[in-house]
């Protein structure tokens, strides 16, 4: 079983790799960790080297990634692309047809307590209203099974 995970390094990422190893270790599945970094809007200085920080970053997570996977004994590979986070793992997804996607959704307080899970919520509601979300893009369009892992 081929299974892709969109991949920030972030706290919701990391568990839900954690937990795709623990649901599906028995199916023995070949783990495809993909990282996007955005692209900068404009070439400026300053852009550029955010952007470049950006991407030594998710090197560094998908490496870490990568290590948590070998350490269980899951086949993992990475793989880092840049663009619209939304586009890029569609396109991902088109090329190399995994059995199943895996995303966690975003928090912008994943340690917060009940007032800070009722912002993130309506924070979250108010993303998707204006601006729609990576799952909620993936949802509509994947041509693959999704499995959108919640917050914790």
């Known amino acids: 079983m ?13 568990l839900a790799l954690a937990r795709t190893i623990t649901m599906f270790r028995p199916l023995q599945p070949r783990l495809l960790l993909v990282a996007v970094a955005e692209n900068p809007r404009d070439i400026t200085e300053n852009n550029e080297a955010l952007f470049n920080d950006e991407l030594a970053e998710l090197k560094t997570c998908l490496a870490e990634a990568s290590q948590v996977c070998q350490d269980e004994n899951i086949a993992a590979e990475t793989l880092l692309l840049d663009g619209d986070a939304r586009k890029m793992l569609l396109a991902a997804t088109e090329k190399l047809r995994p059995d199943l996607l895996v ?18 919520y309506f924070v979250d509601e108010l993303d998707y209203m204006t601006f729609g979300s990576v799952s909620s893009f993936l949802t509509r369009r994947a041509e693959c099974p999704l499995l959108i892992l919640p917050s914790l």
């Not at 991949?7 to 919701?12: F, P």
């Not at 912008?108 to 009722?118: K, L, Q, T």
């Open 2 to 14: 081929k299974i892709m995970i969109a991949y920030d390094g972030s706290r919701n990422a990391r």
């Open 103 to 120: 995303i966690a959704r975003h928090s912008h307080e994943p340690d917060g307590g009940f007032i800070a899970r009722s912002l993130t």
